[in-house]
């Protein structure tokens, strides 16, 4: 409601439907060809790859992300998906509406709370701005995959070697290959994804826990 009433409020902004979930989405982006979408990718009914399948489905729209507090690894797994903006909740009316009208022209908008949260998370900001946008989807490799899946079971790089017969070297190239790739730099964002990607079991973590 109250975004509802930010921009129905601006000059030269139609607002032209609402959807509560994904399939909705996608049947709105069909019906209404917006120019513009403002999706919480973070929330229940939502996540970073209906902005993908929107963008598959039409290809012109620009997406913004709002949410309340993203991490560096779920801004980052928008971005990747296709987002051109990214806004807090909490960040002021004018802010939300530049995000809105710089993607409706093609630009790419972050606030500087979002910018923030890139720096203390070890990415180079200035780097990041400057790079080219790209939907293109993050590609690990099998044996990425299986290190994950090792690393998020609290593996240690040379027992890892050990069961995948591998140098503690190459382990740990493959390692930082990963942290690059998913845009992370600290083992809690491998493991973090390994959870969300079924690469590894919530469960694990939990029984640990109990011990």
Known sequence: MGLRAVFEA??????VGEAKDGITLQA???RHRPDVVLIDHTSGAFAARDIRDGLRRLPRARFVAITHDPSAFVLLHAVRAGAIGYVKKDCDIQEIRDAVTSAASGQRFFCGKVLESLRKAGHD????VAEPLTCA????TERECEIIGL?????????IADRLHLSAHTVT????????KLGVNSTAGIVLYA???GLA??????FNAGR
């Not at 601006?10 to 607002?15: A, C, F, N, Q």
């Not at 690393?151 to 027992?159: C, K, L, V």
């Open 28 to 30: 709105l982006l069909v």
């Open 137 to 140: 989807p993050v590609v690990l």
């Open 10 to 15: 601006m000059p030269g902004v139609r607002i």
């Open 201 to 206: 079991s919530p469960n694990h973590f939990l």
């Open 151 to 159: 690393i998020a079971e609290g593996q240690s790089y040379t027992r």
């Open 173 to 180: 190239s493959h390692r930082k290959n990963i942290m690059q």
């Open 125 to 128: 900001v200035e780097r990041f």
């Open 195 to 197: 959870v969300r990607n």
